[in-house]
């Protein structure tokens, strides 16, 4: 199996380098031969069936089965066109799901909740987020919907720690909080080297979220201090580190706008 992928290591987006460069390590391990900082150009082979994908720097991988995971992309343009301030970035509402007007103020008859919803989150600043996870999507249509219920006045601010959890490689990873903008990060459980350990996202002194690899023990404790707003450290008797080591989390540079690729000119597209 070959990863090809844009960024440095996987999940360096949402989690970094410093902890994707583990799940790197994991694939090679388990045999993926993982190609980092490339991207796909082209598909090309014959009747019908994939044989070769192109990779930007001319190399071509012979191949009979491709899984693209480009992510998804919301189709927001009928809601900007009818009035609302929407984009690609999602359908912006105010703190209680009430959808925002291009005029800037919410309208009492239009709630968002999902995928779609970009509102300000009180858990961290109010800062505008949109969170692409069901259990959200969940949480926040109920929210929603007690608000259509009541008065103007008793409208509830949406609060919403965000989580999510997946399996790769034998690993069991958990993140909860959101780690846009952390400045630090800090191991306090375990070690990168065993693959096993539970860390800590650090935003300006504040623990803003915590991951997990198959530690996800204290996992629950910690996701209470960062939807808590605690410093960090959140519990320093609870650390197995001889000294606490603060690390860059390396997110990578934000990317430019989407491209369409040239096709490969001596690829025939299937
Ligand atoms: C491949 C994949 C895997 C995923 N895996 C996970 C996972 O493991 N765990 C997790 O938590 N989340 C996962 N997600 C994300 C999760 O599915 C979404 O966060 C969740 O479905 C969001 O719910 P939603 O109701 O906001 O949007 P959706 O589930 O996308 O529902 C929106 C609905 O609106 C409809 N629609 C769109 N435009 C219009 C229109 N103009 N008029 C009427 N209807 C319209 C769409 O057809 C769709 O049915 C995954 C997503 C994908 C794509």
């Not at 009747?47 to 995971?69: F, K, N, P, S, Y």
Request: hydrophobic fraction near 45%; aromatic fraction near 6%.
């Amino acid at each position: 199996m070959t990863l090809v992928d844009p960024n440095p290591t996987p999940l360096a987006r949402l989690l970094g380098t410093t902890i994707g460069a583990t799940l790197a390590e994991r694939m090679r391990g388990a045999g993926v031969d993982f190609r980092p900082k490339t991207m796909v150009r082209a598909l090309s082979g014959e009747a019908g069936q994939v044989r070769r994908a192109h990779l930007a720097g001319g190399e071509v991988l012979e191949t009979d089965l491709v899984i693209v995971a480009r992510g998804a992309t919301r189709d927001t343009g009928w809601l900007a066109a009818a009035g609302l301030a929407a984009d690609a970035g999602g359908l912006t509402c105010d703190g209680a799901c009430r959808a925002i007007s291009i005029a800037g103020e919410p309208d009492p008859n239009i709630y968002a909740a999902g995928d779609v919803a970009r509102w300000p989150n009180p858990l961290y600043n109010d800062r505008p987020m949109t969170v692409e996870h069901w259990g959200n999507a969940v949480d926040q249509a109920r929210h929603a919907a007690a608000n259509m219920m009541a008065a103007p006045s008793a409208q509830q601010p949406y609060r919403h720690l965000p989580a999510f959890w997946s399996r790769q490689f034998g690993l069991n990873i958990k993140l909860a909080g959101h780690t846009a903008g952390a400045d630090a990060l800090a191991l306090v459980q375990g070690s990168r080297a065993s693959h096993r350990f539970l860390a800590v996202y650090v935003r300006a002194g504040r623990s803003i979220a915590a991951v997990s690899f198959d530690e996800a023990r204290w996992l629950p404790a910690y996701a209470e201090a960062v939807a808590a707003g605690a410093r960090f450290p959140p519990f320093p008797d609870a650390i197995d580190q001889p000294r606490i080591e603060r690390l860059k989390p390396g997110f990578p540079a934000a990317r430019p706008p989407a491209h369409r690729a040239a096709p490969a000119p001596e690829a025939s597209h299937v």
